[in-house]
Structure formats: C-alpha cells, structure tokens
C-alpha cells in the first residue's frame, strides 16, 4: 500500500533533495580550480625552457675552410637557461633564406637536397641528444666530411638544437597531471659557413645608390645595395667618402658590415651627421670584398644647402637695401630741397638790398 505524503511534507523534503543537491555541487566546483592552476604554472614554466646557441655564427669570417675529400673537426656549444633539466636534440639542416634575404628558414624534414649551397648531409653531430641540467653549457663535437666532388665556393647549414620534452612529460605523468606540453616549441641554431678551396668566382656591385637630390639641413640619410654575384658569401667592408665642390674630403663614414650569401644582395643604410653645407657635394661609396681584396665603387651627386634660410636672408638684405635706397633718396631730396630754399632766400636778399642802395 502506498503512502502519500501530504503537501507540505512534500515540499519540505524536496526542498531538503535540491539543497543538498546544491551544497555537493558548490564544494566540487570549488575544488577544482587548485588543479586547473597547477597545471597552468607547470604550462607557464616549460614554457619557459629556453636555449643558447654558442656561438651563433660559425666560419662566416673565412676560418672554416677545407679542401675535396677532408674532415674537418670543431665544436659548438649549447646552453639550458632555464630553471629545471631539459633534453636537447641537436642535428644539421640545410635552409633558405627569407625575403629579406638575411633570415634563415631551416629546411626541417628534408633528407635531401640538391643545392649547390648544401651542407646539412655533409655534418655529422656528437652527440645528437643530451641532457642538460639547469644553467648548464655542453660542447657538441661536428665531423665534416667534405665529398671528393664537392663544388668549390661557399657551403652552409644551420645546426638546430631544440627541447626534447620527454622528461618534462614523465615527471607530469608521475605526478598524474594531464599532458599540457603540445605547444611548446623553441628552437635556436649555429649557421655553418664552409668554405671548400677551388677556383672560386668573386664578384660584386653596388645599385640603387640614393641620397637626396637636394638637403637644406642635416644629417642626410642615404642607402645602397650590394648585390653578390660570388659563388660563395662576403662579409665586406664599407665606406662612404664625401668630397666638396672643390674635391677636398670632408668626410669618411665607415659603415657595420652584414653578410652576404651568394646570389643575394642585401641594403644597407646610413647618414651624414652634419648640420649645415655649403653647396655642391660627391659621395663615393667602396665595397671592398673576397679573399684578394676586390673593390667595388660607386658615386653619386648631391647638393646640401640652406636654401630656405638664403631666400630668407636675401629678402631681408633686399628689404634693408631698399630702405637704404628710400631713406638716402629721401636725405638726398631734403638736401636739394634746402639749398634751393638757401638760394631763393638768397636771391630775395640780394633784391631787396639792390633796391635799398637805388
């Protein structure tokens, strides 16, 4: 037999149900956030595993060179600056350059590339893998084995170290958290520049050579582009000379030098810190560039000259000069105009004096 509860025992006990209900739901969403945070600043610190490459270039001053069929032997560095250990795999690639033609782009994934530039196949790296504790620095030995056949010329490849996020993920999966390291992805590398001996083209010239036409007021900002037609890259040294009208130097800007992969150009930029000139001005720039020292010239013309401020000054001389001119007429006026009054004065005495003496 059923037994019906009246109406107002009814809802008190539903009441009661939905209560509880409520308080149970209250105390597990707030004891979730502690392990939503914790996975959140262990997240923030991985993502936190940062590396050095040491050194960043390689042989780009020409100290890495070799011939047909050598080994050659050196080291590289890498360091952890983070706060806990992380493994670090290493390994050569070959890459492209961006654009601007100055940003490498490794070529992650390719086996093999046929590139007349090509390096990565030749590099062997001892080890590939290591681990490093906090702040620590290892050496990473690299073997170069230059092919009998290797094309003479500029050779390069970047030497990529990147996080190996294993132990991180053991060390979550020990202490059950969930696996929140997919995003995290930091890569640096070493550019290698080898150069293989042989009979090597340099070649070199500088366009697009540009200061402005006419400059009242420094500095004067100016720009070219050295364009590498070499077959391998250059480092050159630069010079900007400035000669007056008269061609006496008034100025040598030595400029930073970049370098320059071969079958690239690159700008570069920079000014005359003076303030004022004075009229008609050359600028030479000099590349000099290559193991033999090759040079590279270019000129170009250019007025610097306050030209506002002359106009300027020459209405204001020709505003005081035309007063000059009014006010000495005006005297010159005034002067004659007396002397005529002096002299009719004159004539008038002179009468009545004639008629006195009759």
Do not use: C
């Amino acid at each position: 037999m059923k037994t019906v509860l009246p109406p107002l025992k009814k809802a008190i006990v539903i009441t009661a149900v939905v209560g509880l209900a409520f308080v149970l739901f209250k105390q597990t969403t707030l004891a979730a956030p502690p392990t939503l945070s914790a996975s959140k600043a262990t997240t923030s610190q991985l993502s936190q595993l940062t590396l050095t490459a040491i050194p960043p270039r390689l042989g780009d001053a020409g100290r890495l060179t070799g011939s047909p069929g050598q080994i050659i032997r050196t080291s590289i560095r890498v360091k952890n600056n983070s706060a806990s250990p992380v493994r670090v795999d290493s390994q050569a690639l070959d890459f492209i350059l961006a654009d601007d033609n100055k940003t490498p782009i490794p070529l992650s994934g390719v086996n093999d590339v046929s590139n007349r530039w090509s390096l990565a196949s030749w590099v062997t790296l001892v080890p590939n893998s290591q681990v490093l504790k906090p702040n620590e620095t290892k050496p990473i030995s690299l073997v170069i084995q230059i092919p009998k056949n290797a094309l003479p010329g500029g050779h390069y490849a970047m030497v990529v170290h990147q996080p190996s996020l294993s132990l991180a993920k053991m060390k979550q999966a020990d202490q059950g958290q969930p696996d929140t390291l997919t995003g995290v992805n930091q890569r640096v590398g070493t550019l290698l520049y080898l150069i293989v001996k042989g009979k090597i083209n340099e070649e070199a010239m500088i366009r697009e050579l540009k200061f402005p036409h006419l400059t009242e007021f420094g500095p004067i900002p100016f720009s070219f582009t050295v364009e590498n037609m070499s077959d391998m890259h250059i480092r050159p040294a630069l010079q900007v000379t400035i000669k007056n009208l008269f061609g006496k130097t008034v100025a040598q800007i030595p400029l930073e030098t970049k370098n320059i992969f071969p079958l690239t150009s690159r700008e570069f930029q920079g000014s005359w810190d003076k303030v004022w000139g004075t009229g008609h001005y050359t600028a030479t720039v000099s590349v000099i560039y290559g193991e033999h020292g090759k040079m590279a010239i270019a000129k170009t013309a250019f007025w610097f000259l306050p030209v506002t401020l002359i106009a300027a000054v020459l209405v204001v001389l020709l505003t005081l000069l035309a007063a000059g001119i009014a006010i000495r007429r005006h005297l010159i006026y005034r002067k004659e105009s007396q002397a005529r009054k002096i002299a009719e004065l004159e004539t008038e005495l002179a009468e009545m004096e004639k008629k006195k003496g009759e």
